[in-house]
Antibody, heavy 116, light 112 residues
């Protein structure tokens, strides 16, 4: 069965960096677009970035600070987050997109807290 | 750029039917697929409808999705409501003009 397992979250100071990982299993990873989606405490879902055949795209709120990448040999998705701000505090979800511009499977999330 | 607008909250009794709307601010609702996600308290989201009206395996047929071009909106209908359906529901679509994923603000469903 499809599994997406995020890791790498934690507490980081403003201006710091963090790298999130998502280990995928149960499907042919290279054949799918993949996304990062976040949810600030008590707030709604916010798209962060996705990587697909047509390229890599970012939300304006993270462009220039976050970098999405993937390693198809390792069935893994990554999110390098630099220059972190308090407003980046959120649960970060890894998600699979079967090229529909949406999600069919979600991970359980990894929590990122940006605080001094 | 467009926005997806959902009611903040809806409530209905067990066994009844509820419909949650999602209105696209500009561009045709049929231009891009609409998905619906369920998020129970303390849990990750899960997909209940994809490609406007398709149900993933394991999602009961009490959940259905539709789009209406006349009102430029999508709808999620849940029939035979159960207390376990109490959750936040988010609609989502894709903005192909700038390659952005767009979420609605979410609707809190209370089953009482």
């Amino acid at each position: 069965q499809v599994q997406l397992v995020e890791s790498g979250g934690g507490l980081v100071k403003p201006g710091g960096s963090l790298r999130l990982s998502c280990a995928a299993s149960g499907f042919t990873f290279s054949g799918y677009y993949m996304s990062w989606i976040r949810q600030a405490p008590g707030k709604g879902l916010e798209w962060v970035s996705y990587i697909g055949n047509t390229g890599i795209y970012y939300a304006d709120s993270v462009k220039g600070r976050f970098t999405i990448s993937r390693d198809n040999a390792k069935n893994s998705l990554y999110l390098q987050m630099n220059s972190l701000r308090a407003e980046d505090t959120a649960m970060y979800y890894c998600a699979r997109d079967p090229a529909i511009g949406g999600v069919d499977y979600w991970g359980q999330g990894t929590l990122v807290t940006v605080s001094s | 750029n467009f926005m997806l607008t959902q009611p903040h909250s809806v409530s209905e009794s067990p066994g009844k039917t509820v419909t949650i709307s999602c209105t696209r601010s500009s561009g045709g609702i049929a231009s891009n697929y609409v998905q619906w996600y369920q998020q129970r308290p303390g849990s990750a989201p899960s997909t209940v409808i994809y490609e406007d009206n398709q149900r993933p395996s394991g999602v009961p047929d009490r959940f259905s999705g539709s789009i209406d071009s006349s009102s430029n909106s999508a709808s999620l209908t849940i029939s035979g409501l159960k207390t376990e359906d109490e959750a936040d529901y988010y609609c989502q679509s894709y903005d192909s003009s700038n390659q952005r994923v767009v979420f609605g603000g979410g609707t809190q469903l209370t089953v009482l």
